[in-house]
């Protein structure tokens, strides 16, 4: 597992990515979100926020090019942005 803390990129910024952005919302509090971002490839970049609006350092598992596990310490609500 890789930990993360990098902002998504805008849509259309940066080189070969195409700028795609999936918000993923996790209402139930979990120690570990499983995000289906659909890309066909794996997100370059993922940042977490709270629903209190801390942005936290998750564990990263890309399970496959579509589906992504992020694992964090305690039961947490709120949103991934994941990027590619």
Avoid: C
């Amino acid at each position: 597992m890789v930990a993360e803390l990098r902002a998504p990129a805008l849509a259309g910024s940066g080189s070969g990515g195409g700028g795609k952005l999936y918000v993923h919302t996790q209402s139930a509090a979990a120690s570990s979100w499983t995000v289906p971002h659909n890309f066909g490839q794996y997100p370059s970049a993922v940042l977490v926020r709270l629903d209190s609006g801390e942005i936290v350092e998750t564990d990263r598992d890309d399970l496959d090019l579509n589906t992504t596990v992020l694992t964090m310490v305690g039961a947490r609500s709120g949103i991934a942005e994941v990027s590619v």
